[in-house]
């Protein structure tokens, strides 16, 4: 068998298929369903009329006749005997005691002590940018936060009042604990041996710069 007649025989077979598949759809003769135009909503249902009557005004009473209660009062005034009033007498003057105490006497004026010559401040001094000068304990730098935080808590439990800084590169960091900043360098000095008797450390004064 050649090759043009496989191709034909292929070709018979997938006219005679599509026919099979086609036939039922184009020669259909089945009836057409009708689609009904009536409505599908149900009747009214009946319902019982009634009727509801106008209210009616209310009735007020009769306004009283005050004019006959005025005059009944005034005769039932005039047929009364009038009592003359009695006098009236002023009262006594009573005279009462004087029961107010006695001035007391004046203390006698309290001498006041001399105030006290207040020593004069110091100027302070101030550096280029106008800021005033502190000096602080250093109590060391530290490349590690951790030795920096144990001997910052050192001295907050022996009541210094200590400031952590941190500065340099990142990756070469370091971390400065400073103590007590002050504005005069002889009471840096003060704080400086205080923190040696109490925590066994020398620190060392120092610029401080916030």
Do not use: C
Not at 96 to 110: G, H, K, L, M, S
């Amino acid at each position: 068998m050649t090759e043009a007649m496989k191709h034909r025989l292929v070709g018979a077979a997938v006219l005679v298929a599509l026919g099979v598949i086609a036939w039922p759809v184009i020669f259909d003769s089945s009836p057409v369903r009708e689609i009904s135009q009536r409505s599908q909503i149900p009747e009214e249902p009946p319902s019982e009329r009634f009727t509801v009557d106008e209210p009616s005004r209310p009735q007020l009473p009769p306004e009283p006749d005050w004019s006959a209660e005025r005059e009944s009062a005034a005769a039932e005034a005039a047929s009364e005997p009038q009592v003359a009033a009695a006098p009236q007498t002023a009262p006594a003057a009573v005279t009462t005691p004087d029961t107010r105490p006695a001035a007391a006497a004046e203390p006698a004026a309290t001498v006041r002590p001399a105030p006290k010559e207040l020593r004069p401040v110091p100027p302070v001094a101030t550096d280029a940018r106008g800021l005033p000068q502190q000096w602080a304990v250093q109590l060391g730098v530290f490349s590690q936060i951790a030795n920096a935080r144990e001997i910052q808590q050192r001295a907050n439990a022996a009541g210094f009042h200590t400031i952590l800084q941190s500065g340099g590169k990142p990756g070469a960091q370091q971390y400065r604990v400073y103590v007590n900043p002050k504005l005069d360098r002889a009471d840096a000095d003060a704080v400086a041996s205080e923190v040696q008797r109490k925590l066994g450390v020398k620190g060392y004064v120092t610029r401080y710069y916030p």
